[in-house]
């Protein structure tokens, strides 16, 4: 596949400024390297982070409306480029390219389309009493994402900040850096000033932390890893810098009684499948009422069939990847749990493929009901009443999202508002690109998408009258 061998810096493709070498990138669904990129190091960051202060005064001071042209015009060339986008997303993530069109390359098409709409219209500048609050730009962003949805990770932090009047420095995942190189290209295209986005490819603890720790860098914008984000919190914490954290989930998606089993159930084995598991919003814990248990285990389990290896359901990013979700698959036996369909084995001889697993007979201290593991993989628990439900549903460390389901559309929102979790769907509501995402409790801090996600990227000043 085609790919940059510089950095897009102040508008411009350019050589890295040291030689620590390339990364090989993998295609997931048949282990071949299909190209290299270089692995940026401080120097790199450093140039890039630069440009990005050396253009902010000129973008801040730009007219919102002129921002809003520009992201307008992000949106046109993404979506005029969706097909290659598409298929690189699908040749280093290994998602089918259906998925790949239809959520990697849509959703994050939607969301530009909605900053260019907010830039427009937002309002940057409030009155209290007597004084007139300003809603200016944070600065400099450093922009870290991760590889599961490689478009996505980086239009929900640019396109934001952008509108806001930020400046930008993008760090991407290494498994998923063709598909930055192709925003940086579409930023480009568009005419986004120089300086305004930057790319540096490289590893986490190289470029990313050099990224995170640079002192012209006013907010850093992490999603990934718990452990990760626990490091750029302290960094950020030290340096008193702006810090927004998207990090893990194990959201619950609780049944109650009432509601209709079977659609339920198939709506949540989809969640949990689609993009192989890789998602932070899964809602991989099923709670179901103990008197509808086993009907609900056999409907998972006819669900989940449908689901086969390198057809509907992807590889996972990586080996590593593939090797972390078969081990949680063998600890899930281990402490008791009962595998009704799926299982530790690798089912194909080729790429980093698991069996798309349901378990039942989970009880909430196991640790594959704990702990998120990231690949196809669903836990069906057991309630006795909505009390033990909540218990159950609110009882990990995480908050991220989750799902209610009942007879009536009262009684869910009911339950919805007692979960401590930043997004509830009810009765299987839609995605909408305009909710503020993010989460409760170590799922993270801030938000992204809508006016929330633009709030994220500005601060305050009070001129008094
Ligand atoms: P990760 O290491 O947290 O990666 C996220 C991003 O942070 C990547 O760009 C990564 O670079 C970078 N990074 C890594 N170490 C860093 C450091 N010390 N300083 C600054 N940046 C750093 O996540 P992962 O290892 O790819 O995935 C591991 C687990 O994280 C998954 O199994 C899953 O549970 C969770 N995860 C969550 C999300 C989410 O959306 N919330 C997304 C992905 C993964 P490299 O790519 O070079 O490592
Ligand atoms: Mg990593």
């Given at each position: 596949m085609k790919a940059h061998d510089g950095m897009y810096i102040g508008g411009a493709w350019v050589p890295p400024a040291g030689d620590a070498g390339t990364i090989a990138v993998v295609n997931p669904a048949d282990e071949e390297i299909i190209a290299h990129v270089p692995a940026g190091t401080a120097q790199d960051v450093d140039a890039a982070v630069r440009a990005a202060r050396a253009a902010l005064p000129g973008w801040a001071a730009t007219a919102p409306a002129e921002r809003a042209a520009a992201i307008a015009a992000l949106r046109d060339v993404l979506a005029a480029r969706s097909d290659e986008i598409a298929e690189t997303v699908t040749a280093e993530l290994g998602a089918p390219l259906a998925l790949s069109r239809k959520v990697h390359v849509g959703m994050p098409i939607v969301v530009a389309g909605s900053y260019a709409e907010l830039a427009a219209t937002y309002s940057f500048e409030e009155k209290a009493g007597n004084s007139t609050i300003l809603l200016e730009p944070v600065g400099v962003v450093g922009a870290i994402t991760p590889w599961n949805y490689p478009l996505h990770q980086v239009v929900a932090k640019v396109a934001p900040a952008l509108a806001a009047g930020c400046t930008v420095v993008l760090k991407p995942a290494e498994d998923t850096p063709l598909t930055a190189q192709l925003f940086a290209e579409a930023a480009h295209e568009a005419g986004l000033p120089a300086g305004v986005f930057n790319l540096v490819t490289g590893l986490g603890p190289v470029a990313g932390q050099a990224l995170a720790e640079h002192e012209g860098v006013d907010l850093v914008s992490?999603?990934?890893?718990?452990?990760?984000?626990?490091?750029?919190?302290?960094?950020?914490?030290?340096?008193?810098?702006?810090?927004?954290?998207?990090?893990?989930?194990?959201?619950?998606?609780?049944?109650?009684?009432?509601?209709?089993?079977?659609?339920?159930?198939?709506?949540?084995?989809?969640?949990?499948?689609?993009?192989?598991?890789?998602?932070?919003?899964?809602?991989?814990?099923?709670?179901?009422?103990?008197?509808r248990y086993d009907e609900a285990v056999s409907l998972a389990a006819q669900a989940v069939a449908a689901y086969v290896p390198g057809e509907r359901v992807g590889p996972l990013v990586n080996a590593k990847q593939q090797e972390?979700?078969?081990?949680?698959?063998?600890?899930?036996?281990?402490?008791?749990?009962?595998?009704?369909?799926?299982?530790?084995?690798?089912?194909?001889?080729?790429?980093?493929?698991?069996?798309?697993?349901?378990?039942?007979?989970?009880?909430?201290?196991?640790?594959?009901?704990?702990?998120?593991?990231?690949?196809?993989?669903?836990?069906?628990?057991?309630?006795?009443?909505?009390?033990?439900?909540?218990?159950?549903?609110?009882?990990?460390?995480?908050?991220?999202?989750?799902?209610?389901?009942?007879?009536?559309?009262?009684?869910?929102?009911?339950?919805?508002?007692?979960?401590?979790?930043?997004?509830?769907?009810?009765n299987g509501g839609r995605f909408n690109p305009l909710a503020p995402f993010g989460g409760y409790k170590q799922s993270g801090v801030g938000r992204e998408l809508g006016e929330h996600g633009l709030a994220e990227y500005l601060q305050t000043k009070s001129l008094q009258f």
């Open positions: 992490f999603t990934g890893s718990t452990a990760v984000g626990r490091k750029i919190g302290a960094l950020a914490g030290g340096a008193v810098k702006r810090v927004a954290l998207e990090l893990g989930g194990k959201s619950a998606n609780v049944i109650l009684e009432s509601a209709d089993l079977a659609k339920a159930v198939g709506v949540g084995v989809a969640n949990v499948m689609s993009n192989s598991g890789q998602t932070c919003s899964a809602w991989t814990r099923m709670l179901v009422h103990r008197d972390r979700v078969r081990g949680y698959i063998e600890q899930g036996v281990a402490e008791g749990a009962r595998i009704v369909a799926g299982g530790p084995e690798v089912p194909l001889d080729k790429g980093y493929y698991v069996r798309p697993t349901v378990f039942a007979d989970v009880t909430p201290g196991m640790t594959i009901a704990q702990e998120e593991i990231f690949g196809p993989v669903l836990s069906i628990l057991r309630y006795e009443d909505e009390d033990d439900a909540l218990r159950i549903a609110n009882g990990t460390v995480y908050g991220l999202a989750g799902a209610v389901w009942a007879g009536d559309e009262a009684e869910a929102v009911a339950f919805a508002r007692r979960m401590d979790t930043g997004q509830v769907d009810i």
